[in-house]
């Protein structure tokens, strides 16, 4: 017994007897067993390869072999006699002995320790694996066990690599299986190796349906080219991809994205199998096909709208943003700029850098804020009909009539517009971003007849002015040399027929003035001799003057100022002011008051003159073209009042030529109340004197028969 357990020698020692009397017949068993003595015994294990012992009842080593000592590191001599315990790591020791006790009830040969793990242990104290096989034997009549023990490391090392590998595996096809695409492994000859649950829902078959079949015919694949193609590419780069057609286990077509790859054997390198992975794009496929589709019908249709723009002879173009941006445009647009305008480009960027200008149909440059344009996409205001004059690239200029119109508009956003300069990403335009349609009118051909139009009326008034004064001169004489009882005495009604025509000439001859200074005005060649003039004594006289004729009238001038002192054309004021009186006495046919009010505005430095009749008033809906040449109310021209429309039209201009402003306000059937500005004299400064009542005496009239 080794030094190494004395604690255990006496459970040993009652093993050895438990195992000196094995339940069986000992005879019987005996019977059955090899035969050896020591000799033979300890030759045969030196002559074996493998690491054979011998060991009695008592668990321990009657004989070893070289092989064996030297598994664990110790010589034969070292082991003999000593306890089998001593080759085994102190915690399988009590596991083992009642192995070994257990072996000597049935001692046949077998493996020792099935479903244990066992492991020996060297004599530098290191462990390894070992397989231990025992049989039982009599030597020398004794009964005996041999052991025949292998070292298993390297065993055992490959059975763990081979668990873990399955476990990849295991792992690996749950994974394969939870793909939604459909993964096959097919042979060279494109039998199905391996078909996973993807394939499966994809095609319709299962695994065991499909594994094994040829897959070109199971699912009735239709290559691009042919599959000799398909085979060539994959062995000349090891892969494929590309679309086949494909039909399922319901015979639905289907169009597949696949890709094939070549998996080569891992020793030899040559290609073992193909690795399938495929994917159903019917439904992507159909959806670009819609998309294209309505692609294609989108770009018909712009150029279609693009064509009609085109051949429209108006300039149009859309714009949008702050900058006004040019979204959409036209042919005649571009003629009408004399450059073409970039799409995406704002609009004063193009201006400017074509040298293009704005100007008003004065002649003034027009602010872009001014702009019809500006106005609809700042102010959201509907310009028509706004004259502008394009200054183009060449010089020349171009009259336009410019009608500007914001737009609410849901779907420009989506266009696909190439915006080159434009900062904004397509989808990014600004959904808040106001929109406007401009469109450009050239006026050119329109502003000529005009010209030539105006020129005929001007020249025709100037002409009429001669035989008319002359006619007034001879019916004034014919009234004047009658009365003073020269010649044959005239008739009543040859008297009353003189007179009619002395007021028909004075209508005439008023008629034509205003045509005169209409065509001036057109032509720009209206000029006005300015004085230094007193509003009040100028209005004073004018009143004073429609009062003589005004006899169903009461002119009543009111100022609290005693002079107003203005730079003006003192005709052309007193042609205003009449004009304006004319019409309160005209259009109140009723008769009544009129008052002329005088005051100023200090901080504007201005005269303010008003006209005030209770009269038949001007209707609301013809109010704001009031000011418009040969315009005349509704109510006017139905109450017979004769008139030609043109002197509002004359005293608007003739104001603002002053640089004054002229407006009213009049309600239908109430009457009406004009009001004149005209800047006073800059070195004037009104003394604020109050005067109440009126200013003038109230003159009663002599009698005017007709305005
Ligand atoms: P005319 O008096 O010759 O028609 P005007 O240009 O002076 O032309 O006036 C234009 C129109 O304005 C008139 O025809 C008339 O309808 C309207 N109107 C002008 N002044 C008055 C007024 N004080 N009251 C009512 N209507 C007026």
């Not at 006790?101 to 320790?113: C, E």
């Not at 792992?171 to 060279?188: C, E, G, P, S």
């Not at 299962?206 to 699912?219: D, F, I, K, P, T």
């Amino acid at each position: 017994m080794s030094n190494e357990q004395p604690d255990r020698s006496s459970d040993l020692k009652q093993e050895a007897q438990t195992a000196t009397t094995p339940r069986h017949s000992e005879s019987t068993r005996n019977a059955e067993l090899p035969v050896l003595t020591r000799v033979d015994g300890a030759r045969l294990l030196e002559f074996s390869p493998d690491a054979l012992l011998l060991i009695n009842t008592g668990g321990t080593i009657v004989l070893i072999n070289e092989q064996a000592a030297a598994l664990f590191g110790y010589t034969q001599a070292e082991l003999i006699d000593h306890p089998l315990e001593k080759l085994l790591p102190t915690r399988f020791h009590a596991a083992h002995v009642a192995h070994r006790l257990n072996y000597a009830t049935t001692p046949l040969p077998r493996p020792m320790g099935v479903g244990l793990d066992l492991m020996g242990r060297r004599k530098d104290g290191s462990e390894f694996p070992v397989d231990i096989s025992l049989r039982p034997i009599l030597l020398e009549q004794v009964y005996h066990v041999m052991g025949a023990i292998r070292d298993i490391t390297i065993q055992r090392f490959l059975e763990r690599e081979r668990a873990q590998q399955t476990e990849r595996i295991s792992q690996l096809t749950t994974l394969i299986d939870l793909a939604h695409d459909a993964i096959q492994v097919q042979d060279q000859l494109g039998r199905i190796l391996f078909w996973n649950r993807g394939a499966q829902e994809l095609y319709g078959w299962s695994a065991q349906e499909a594994l094994g079949r040829m897959a070109h015919v199971l699912l009735q694949t239709h290559f691009p080219e042919s599959s000799a193609a398909v085979n060539t590419e994959l062995e000349r780069v090891g892969r494929w991809e590309g679309e086949l057609i494909q039909t399922d286990r319901q015979g639905r077509t289907m169009i597949v994205e696949c890709r094939r790859v070549l998996i080569a054997d891992e020793h030899n390198h040559h290609p073992a199998a193909i690795f399938v992975i495929a994917r159903d794009i019917t439904e992507r496929r159909r959806q670009e096909q819609a998309r294209a589709t309505v692609h294609t019908e989108t770009l018909a249709q712009r150029a279609f709208l693009q064509e009609l723009l085109d051949a429209l002879p108006g300039g149009v173009s859309v714009v949008h943003g702050h900058e006004a941006r040019l979204l959409l445009t036209n042919r005649a647009a571009a003629s009408i700029w004399g450059a073409p305008w970039p799409v995406g480009q704002p609009m004063r960027t193009f201006l400017e850098e074509r040298h293009i200008r704005l100007v008003e149909a004065s002649g003034h440059a027009l602010r872009e804020n001014g702009w019809a344009t500006m106005r609809a996409l700042l102010d959201g205001e509907t310009v028509l009909q706004h004259q502008e004059v394009v200054r183009q690239p060449s010089g020349a200029s171009l009259p336009v009539l410019v009608n500007a119109v914001p737009l609410i508009s849901a779907h420009w956003q989506s266009l696909e517009v190439p915006d080159a300069q434009s900062h904004d990403l397509p989808g990014q335009k600004g959904i808040r971003e106001p929109l406007a349609l401009v469109i450009y009118q050239d006026v050119r051909l329109l502003k000529e007849a005009e010209y030539f139009k105006e020129e005929f009326i001007g020249i025709t008034a100037h002409e009429l002015r001669q035989p008319l004064a002359a006619l007034k001169g001879a019916v004034g004489t014919l009234l004047l040399q009658t009365a003073r009882g020269h010649g044959t005495p005239l008739a009543f009604w040859q008297q009353e027929m003189l007179q009619d025509l002395d007021l028909a000439t004075d209508r005439l001859t008023d008629l034509t003035d205003d045509l005169l200074d209409v065509s001036r005005l057109q032509a720009g060649r209206l000029s006005l001799q300015r004085t230094t003039t007193d509003l009040v004594s100028l209005t004073e006289r004018v009143v004073k003057r429609l009062q003589q004729t005004a006899n169903r009238h009461q002119l009543e001038c009111s100022t609290n100022q005693v002079r107003l002192e203005a730079q003006v054309d003192a005709r052309r004021i007193e042609q205003v002011l009449t004009n304006l009186l004319t019409n309160a006495v005209k259009y109140s046919p009723l008769g009544g008051l009129i008052r002329v009010t005088l005051s100023t505005h200090v901080a504007e430095h201005v005269a303010e003159i008003q006209v005030q009749d209770s009269g038949m008033g001007i209707p609301a809906h013809q109010q704001a073209r009031i000011f418009g040449r040969f315009m005349r109310a509704d109510n006017a021209q139905s109450s017979g009042i004769n008139g030609t429309g043109l002197g509002l039209y004359l005293c608007h201009a003739l104001i603002e030529q002053h640089g004054g402003q002229l407006w009213f306000e009049s309600t239908e059937g109430v009457g009406s109340t004009f009001f004149a500005t005209l800047p006073l004299s800059p070195d004037f400064s009104s003394n604020g004197e109050a005067q109440t009542g009126p200013l003038s005496e109230t003159v009663s009239a002599e009698s005017v028969s007709e305005w």
